[in-house]
């Protein structure tokens, strides 16, 4: 079973960056499945982006051309490189991992966009 543990979160200013970090304890990194969610405070966890175990990626439309997803199979890790953030981002961000349809969720990092 694999372990998700995200970093980066954190305080910003609507317009700043943020870069977030999913790293995984597996070796088969490279077979899994991508992804990041997030979650605001009433609302129901929503996609925020994908990239495929063959680097497909997919966002949603109210990230695109903001968010950049990626991932180092050699360093087991992801990243969602976030700029031109906006108070409607704020949200606990989740890493999510999936392989022959089992997901694996990590524990969330919060993200504050606040003047």
């Known amino acids: 079973q694999v372990q998700l543990v995200e970093s980066g979160g954190g305080l910003v200013q609507p317009g700043w960056s943020l870069t977030l970090s999913c790293v995984a304890s597996?070796?088969?990194?490279?077979?899994?499945?991508m992804a990041w969610y997030r979650q605001a405070p009433g609302k129901q966890r929503e996609f925020v982006a994908i990239?495929?175990?063959?680097?497909?990626?997919r966002y949603a439309d109210s990230v695109k051309g903001r968010f950049t997803i990626s991932r180092d199979n050699a360093k087991n890790t992801m990243i969602l490189q976030m700029n031109s953030l906006r108070s409607e981002d704020t949200a606990v961000y989740y890493c999510n991992g999936n392989i022959a349809g089992h997901d694996y969720w990590g524990q969330g990092t919060q993200v504050t966009v606040s003047s």
């Open positions: 990239v495929s175990s063959g680097n497909y990626i």
């Open positions: 597996t070796r088969t990194f490279n077979l899994y499945n």
